[in-house]
């Protein structure tokens, strides 16, 4: 069974720019969620993926997109960045509701 | 408000001596909390969660909903026990599992 796997590890952009991020989940799961950890603080959550679908979301804006695969890998897409979107992005994989969730590595996003 | 605080930015303690690091929440519903720890150079990983009522590495926490509470604790901490803490909430109610994390404790176990 391999774990939650994230790329690129890190990753510089300029402001304005656009960013993808991926993930491929766990093996057997079919939930997939993001979290950005600003320096200093706990993830906050982005939104969840099930089944290909938007399955709730945090209080980011629309720029902040995402997709789930047929495989249940999953992109995180961030339009227009801006220099507070550097962060830390984490995903986290597992299966529906209450099932535990397991994190990735995370990407280091810095926005110049 | 759904919120979870943890009140100590840093908690730093001699190896043998009991730890208690705070978790405190604000959430109007059932809700299931977590201790996830994150060691240096590793992946955020689940400690323990209060359904399951465990005993991880030593470690327990107690849900007291008086208090809105979930502080862990351990009664004697390893040097191995250095690590950032952080404690989240997630509704029992919801479908999507949703994960509201606290600013995190880091737990330093000097020799």
């Known amino acids: 069974e391999t774990g939650v796997t994230q790329s690129p590890t890190h990753l510089i952009k300029t402001r304005g720019q656009q960013v993808t991020l991926r993930c491929s989940s766990q093996?057997?799961?079919?939930?997939v969620s993001w979290y950005q950890q600003a320096l200093g603080q706990g993830p906050q959550f982005i939104f969840q993926?099930?089944?290909?679908?938007?399955?709730g979301r945090g209080n980011f804006p629309p720029r902040f997109s995402g997709l789930q695969f047929p495989n249940y890998s999953s992109e995180l897409n961030v339009n227009a960045l801006e220099l507070d979107d550097s962060a830390l992005y984490l995903c986290a994989s597992g299966g529906q509701g209450t099932d535990t969730q397991y994190f990735g590595p995370g990407t280091r996003l810095t926005v110049l | 408000a759904q919120r979870v605080t943890q009140p100590e930015k840093l908690l730093s303690v001699f190896k043998g001596a009991p730890v208690e690091l705070k978790c405190n929440y604000s959430?109007?519903?059932?809700?299931?909390l977590f201790w996830y720890v994150q060691y240096s150079r590793q992946r955020l990983q689940l400690l323990l969660r209060?359904?399951s009522r465990e005993s991880i590495k030593g470690f327990t926490a107690d849900l007291n909903k008086g208090e809105t509470s979930f502080h862990l604790k351990k009664p004697f901490a390893q040097e191995e026990d250095s690590a950032m803490y952080y404690c989240?909430?997630?509704?029992?109610?919801?479908?999507?599992?949703?994960?509201?994390f606290g600013q995190g404790t880091t737990l330093q176990v000097k020799p």
């Open positions: 959430y109007s519903g059932s809700p299931e």
């Open positions: 993926y099930y089944r290909e679908e938007e399955n």
């Open positions: 093996s057997g799961h079919n939930t």
């Open positions: 209060h359904i």
């Open positions: 989240a909430l997630r509704s029992l109610s919801g479908n999507t599992g949703k994960l509201i």
